[in-house]
């Protein structure tokens, strides 16, 4: 078998590639740098002109060539490399007529579990406790609260004040957790929006309502810091989402900075580097949280790795796909059950992209280059 073409697809603020073969079968990838589409499509159309001809099964020297042909790296490069791997074990799944997680070693679960991952910033305190309560009732057993503070300062600095800041964010959790009782679990996103001592403060003092994650309390640019926070608080931390390489992920953990990680299949190097970074998850005693802030394609390539890994704590599912938002974007949806995602039986990841999906989901491309603001007209961190 050979690959005869690669060919790029924007849908909504998704970038797919599909790969194409001598013998019929057609393998689909989807690219994780969704504030950089353009950049990233560059680099696969780049890629493209190696893939040609070659073995598509050579998923593993595929993407080692890729990574090291040229010492320029980073997030652009990263997430072709991730988008092409994806289509790469599509390919190999539907050759040999096996969902990928059956070539990752076979399943090691029968469903998994999923939380809501909610991009509300709503404070008003019924409707923060109704929102819950509603994702409560549609089966869900965890959920996203964001905690990186406000959109736009509402009390002249005060919520953005280090006591207040922390009051607010800590009587957000208290509300919801007393909409939802015990029986649920909270992903407390700070989105890298606190720093070192308001992290510090904030671990400290939600610890009682018994969050499950503090998930990116500051940013993850200096692992020192996020392991002198991991020391202070008795809050599991979860980080990594923006990692684009296995190394980081090392030394995350031998610096024992984390105890969930986040590796994104889109950006990090696709199943291949993922699957790799689980292991040495693994080996540490760290639980893995797929990062999935993407499409229908990310979502069934977290699901079978999920599938085949031992230390699964729970995987994100994005509120853009909920309530049928996106089921026309694919052939078959994949489907949500009491909590947990159906794990896909089909040969290969598991979905295909409807023909028409770049019509139904016009091209809109997420992020910009305006930055958001503290009460001081200071940049803050997204």
């Excluded at 957790?177 to 939600?206: C, Q, S, W, Y």
């Excluded at 992020?367 to 803050?380: I, L, T």
Aim: include cysteine; charged fraction near 25%; proline fraction near 5%.
């Amino acid at each position: 078998m050979k690959i005869t073409d690669v060919k790029l697809i924007y849908a909504k603020h998704y970038l797919f590639v599909k790969i194409y073969t001598d013998e019929g079968i057609v393998g689909l990838g989807e690219a994780g740098n969704w504030g950089y589409l353009d950049a990233t499509a560059a680099a696969i159309q780049k890629f493209a002109k190696y893939l040609i001809g070659k073995d598509p099964f050579r998923i593993e020297d595929i993407n080692q060539n890729f990574y090291r042909s040229v010492y320029f790296r980073g997030s652009v490069i990263m997430s072709a490399i991730s988008a092409i791997d994806i289509a790469l074990w599509d390919i190999k799944g539907k050759a040999f007529g096996v969902p990928v997680y059956e070539l990752l070693g076979g399943k090691t679960r029968e469903k998994i579990r999923v939380y809501a991952s909610v991009m509300s910033k709503e404070t008003d305190p019924e409707v923060l406790a109704k929102g819950y309560k509603e994702l409560q009732d549609m089966g869900f057993t965890a959920a996203k609260i964001f905690v990186n503070g406000p959109i736009t300062s509402e009390r002249n600095g005060f919520d953005e004040y280090y006591s207040g800041r922390i009051h607010d964010e800590v009587e957000k959790v208290r509300i919801i957790r007393e909409a939802v009782g015990p029986d649920f679990d909270f992903i407390l996103e700070a989105h890298r929006g606190m720093t070192k001592p308001e992290a510090i403060a904030f671990g400290n003092e939600v610890a009682k309502y018994r969050p499950m994650v503090l998930e990116d309390p500051m940013t993850p640019d200096n692992i020192d810091s996020m392991a002198e926070i991991a020391s202070k608080i008795p809050v599991p931390i979860a980080t990594g989402e923006r990692f684009c390489n296995l190394r980081e992920y090392e030394m995350l953990m031998h610096r024992h900075a984390a105890q969930y990680v986040r590796p994104d299949v889109c950006a990090v190097g696709g199943i291949t580097t993922t699957k790799k970074i689980c292991a040495v998850a693994e080996a540490n005693d760290v639980l893995v949280i797929p990062h999935n802030p993407l499409g229908p394609v990310s979502t069934a390539a977290c699901l079978q790795i999920c599938a085949s890994i031992p230390n699964l704590g729970i995987q994100e599912l994005p509120t853009f796909c909920l309530n049928g938002a996106e089921d026309a974007m694919v052939k078959e949806p994949l489907r949500f059950e009491d909590g947990y995602m159906i794990i896909p039986e089909a040969p290969g990841i598991g979905v295909e992209l409807a023909e028409n999906a770049a019509e139904l989901y016009p091209a809109n491309e997420r992020g910009s280059n305006s930055a958001k603001r503290y009460f001081d007209g200071s940049v803050k961190d997204w």
